[in-house]
């Protein structure tokens, strides 16, 4: 297959084809009903100007995605992601805790200059709303029982009957902001979940849109539009109390593995296998993290860690390397710090 189809190259180098996946009709079964409508051409320059500004302040998320190595025997991760974009689907990779399914999304934000990741680490009792939005009633109560204790305050925007000052969008709901370049949203260990959450998201990935009841009741006042708060900051506007993607998402799901998942919403995914890190992504890594002359000097470590990650069936992560590397350059006794930092997660996980 040839190259030229592919928009993420995975080369941590930055660049502007997600310009050319713009000028790509999504398939037919992929668009969305309001996806014409989006900020004012302006306006959605100036919001991208904002969110490469605070992407830019993020120097650990920056590192991330430029150090994020792809092996070049695993091109199916490159191609996973590729065929994600151009069906406007999200991505759940798999594989062993420390092969990099959470920097891929980083790398894609990086190489793809698509601003800040908006991250959602899943646990047990996450639930969707909780992604969505906050809605703060309890500070609304106080500052409304404060306005009637003072007779003489002015209606203003900024009183309690302005309830867009009470919301706030999680990563969730800012991703799904209609803009016409995609956001890259990350649901990190999605597999932690409550067993309904996958389901709860089948709506959201299939329509790219929700609702806020909030603002709906006030639309329907008269009330069209509220400005509220998104996960980055920013003040965004809210017309109807309805959010409607244009450009869907770049959403990358991330699974240890550890439940299965429903069949309808497996079948809304592109699904890879994250690879084990051989010893040439190995060593990019560690030139990426530590520089090109620890790979010298910590050949034999680098080789050893291979060797171990073999025989545990892969159970080792990447970071156990770095960080006996690290704690090496500061002059700690190798054998001590091996047999601290080279242990099995499985076994670890059995507390043995």
């Known amino acids: 297959m040839s190259q030229d189809w592919r928009i993420f190259e995975g080369t941590a ?15 037919s079964w992929r668009r969305f009903a309001n996806s014409t409508a989006s900020l004012a051409a302006n306006n959605d320059l100036e919001y991208w100007r904002e969110l490469l500004k605070i ?9 991330r995605g430029q150090s994020f190595r792809v092996q070049q025997a695993q091109t199916n991760v490159i191609d996973a992601v590729n065929a994600a974009l151009y069906l406007r689907r999200p991505l759940l990779i798999t594989g062993k805790p420390g092969s990099g399914k959470t920097s891929l999304a980083y790398a894609i934000a990086y190489e793809l200059k698509l601003g800040p990741v908006l991250t959602w680490s899943v646990t047990a009792r996450s639930n969707l709303q909780q992604g969505l939005y906050q809605y703060d009633a309890i500070a609304r109560l106080q500052d409304a029982q404060l306005s009637h204790m003072d007779s003489s305050e002015p209606l203003t925007e900024r009183n309690y009957r302005n309830i867009g000052q009470y919301i706030r969008l999680g990563p969730v709901g800012t991703a799904f902001l209609p803009s016409r370049r995609p956001r ?4 990190d260990e999605v597999d932690k979940s409550d067993i309904n959450l996958p389901n709860d998201l089948l709506n959201l990935l299939e329509e790219g849109r929700y609702e806020i009841p909030e603002l709906r009741r006030l639309a329907k006042r008269g009330e069209k539009k509220q400005l509220v708060e ?14 409607q993607c ?21 079948r809304r995914c592109v699904r890879v296998q994250m690879p084990t890190p051989e010893k040439e992504a190995l060593v990019s890594i560690v030139k ?10 910590f050949e034999s470590v680098i080789e050893e860690f291979q060797d171990r990650n073999e025989q545990e069936e892969g159970n ?37």
């Open 246 to 266: 244009q450009a869907f998402p770049v959403v990358v799901m991330t699974s240890n593995g550890e439940r299965e998942f429903p069949s309808a919403f497996l």
């Open 230 to 243: 998104s996960e980055d900051g920013l003040d965004v506007e809210i017309e109807d109390g309805q959010v």
């Open 13 to 27: 180098t930055p660049h502007d084809g997600i310009n050319r996946l713009l000028k790509i009709e999504a398939p």
């Open 184 to 187: 890259v949203l990350l649901i």
């Open 55 to 63: 992407a830019r302040t993020r120097s650990r998320d920056l590192q």
């Open 316 to 352: 080792l992560a990447t970071d156990q390397l770095l960080n006996t590397l690290y704690l090496l350059t500061q002059n700690a006794d190798e054998n001590a710090i091996k047999d601290l930092l080279f242990s099995s997660l499985t076994r670890l996980g059995e507390g043995q």
């Open 288 to 297: 990426a993290h530590l520089g090109a002359e620890s790979i010298q000097q």
